[in-house]
């Protein structure tokens, strides 16, 4: 079971490293062991710190170090698998090779040395979302066995329910991720255990979540940390997709799980205190530089501290040129077919995020697309240097699209057009949305492909919707027995076999 075990003296190390402008002053690692933890706020914070640094670490990776500090994540896992992506002459080389493989969906083809720079060998490693789980354990066992007044009770539910948060945000990726995983809900575990069904993990995580997430804030009053820490907003989200990735594979009746989203949704929407608001599309730049009411969780990233993601994981990366990067780069790595473009922004049609969003090359097929909508301040000319943007886990747009989406499964479809109308509104889009029934759910789909791209949503919603079986979704559409057999999944490191008889793999990827 040492895949998914954490020798705790390593952990204390990993939990004690900053991120962020206020997580700098790391106190030494003897005074955070034995009797002298857990005695006050100060202790929890800190170790409640070092579990977002863990998934910024298993995301985006770090900006030195050895190899296995990069990360492509969110651009492997989420925008390029199976999308409609065409390489140029700028990315014509073998050592991209890898944007072909994500494409048609050879996955085997990215582990291994060739592409070690971009730390495709990490993504089957599961280890680093279990130091999240168990690190997201022991604050919940260490919070009920504190002496009691050092902390406000106050303050201790709210713990709790931040490490509710972690634990499922980091279940939420496995799942995604691997399909069944292990599950365990108790601090300091040991016990080698086999796979759960991945939705007995979400079921057990939506009733985790229900008991605690009311305890976390809408937002925060210090502003360095609002979308940075859990709020409630953030909870509500992720149990949203919780929800909508059951009812996408579960084989029995899917309408709780629909009427549990639409719940939620109305409640981030109606009761949120002013807390979250779309904000203008001309203030792009300020919701992806991050700790906007827009946002609901981010990763941290800023130049000015030196907190710098690798230089492989933004997608921002891909879809920019000269003079948006160095005076080499004079193509765009990548471009979307002009079929994919077409249907996100038909030719004439009103659209205000196909002007703010993109360049006027946007159906332009020989490099020129730049997708400007993470285009932030750079910290000098040259590729050394990402656009200075947070990672967005969680945007207030996200759940508003899947409350319109939930609804349509219902056919409720003009309280379904009402929501997405809002979306649309913002994007100076045209409003006559007439679709009904199937029509009506294709075309929130597609809404959330225009609004979220670039965000690491693409394949998930292809796969929770069934979509990745269609052509008419992506280049690369899915066999309904490579789909049944786990083609969705990601490969699981032969490590998790070491000392654990329980453990399988997915064969699928073997």
């Not at 985006?60 to 296995?68: A, D, L």
């Not at 941290?300 to 003079?323: C, G, K, M, W």
């Not at 006027?360 to 400007?372: D, K, P, R, S, W």
Request: overall charge negative; charged content about 25%.
């Amino acid at each position: 079971m040492r895949a998914i075990l954490i020798n705790l003296s390593i952990l204390g190390t990993l939990l004690f490293t900053s991120c962020g402008k206020d997580f700098l002053n790391v106190s030494p690692s003897d005074n955070l062991t034995g009797n002298n933890y857990w005695k006050s706020e100060s202790d929890v914070d800190k170790f409640m710190v070092g579990i977002y640094k863990t998934f910024r670490l298993a995301t985006m990776g770090t900006p030195v170090g050895g190899e296995g500090n990069h990360r492509i994540f969110f651009p492997a896992t989420g925008d390029f698998r199976c999308a409609p992506i065409e390489r140029t002459s700028q990315s014509s080389g073998s050592g991209r090779n890898y944007l072909t493989d994500l494409k048609t969906n050879n996955l085997n083809a990215l582990i291994g040395s060739t592409y070690s720079f971009f730390g495709f060998s990490a993504i089957p490693k599961w280890n680093d979302f279990f130091k999240m789980v168990q690190a997201a354990n022991i604050v919940y066992y260490e919070m009920d066995n504190m002496e009691e007044g050092l902390i406000a009770a106050s303050s201790v539910e709210r713990y709790k329910a931040e490490a509710v948060f972690l634990r499922n945000l980091a279940y939420f990726f496995m799942v995604r991720l691997y399909g069944d995983v292990p599950y365990y809900t108790e601090a300091y575990h040991s016990k080698a255990i086999g796979r759960t069904n991945m939705l007995a993990v979400l079921e057990s995580g939506l009733e985790d979540m229900k008991a605690h997430y009311k305890n976390l804030p809408w937002t925060y009053e210090d502003p360095s940390i609002v979308g940075n820490r859990a709020m409630r907003g953030a909870a509500i989200t992720l149990m949203m997709h919780m929800n909508m990735w059951i009812a996408g594979f579960t084989p029995n009746d899917k309408s709780p799980y629909y009427t549990a989203t639409i719940a939620l949704g109305e409640e981030i929407m109606n009761e949120n205190e002013n807390s979250y608001e779309l904000l203008p599309l001309e203030r792009t730049k300020e919701i992806f530089k991050g700790r906007t009411r827009e946002g609901l969780f981010e990763i941290v990233q800023s130049l000015n501290y030196n907190e710098t993601f690798s230089i492989s994981s933004p997608y921002a990366d891909y879809f920019l040129r000269y003079p948006n990067k160095n005076v080499a780069i004079q193509r765009s790595y990548l471009y979307y077919n002009s079929k994919f473009m077409e249907e996100l922004y038909p030719l004439g049609g009103q659209d205000r995020r196909k002007e703010i969003w993109y360049d006027e090359y946007i159906y332009n097929t020989a490099g020129m697309m730049q997708c400007l909508k993470f285009l932030n301040v750079f910290n000098e000319e040259g590729e050394d240097y990402n656009p200075d943007d947070n990672q967005v886990v969680f945007r207030y747009v996200d759940p508003i699209l899947l409350r319109a989406e939930a609804l349509a499964e219902l056919d409720r479809d003009a309280e379904a057009r009402t929501i997405v109308n809002i979306v649309r509104e913002r994007a100076g889009a045209t409003l006559a949305v007439s679709e009904v029934g199937e029509e009506l759910k294709d075309f929130i789909w597609w809404e959330r492909v225009r609004e979220l791209i670039g965000e690491g949503h693409f394949f998930y919603d292809l796969v929770r919707t069934r979509k990745i079986l269609n052509t008419d979704y992506t280049s690369a559409a899915m066999s309904v027995d490579a789909f049944n057999r786990g083609g969705w999944t990601w490969p699981i490191d032969r490590a998790a076999l070491v000392n654990n008889p329980f453990m399988t793999l997915n064969n699928y990827w073997n």
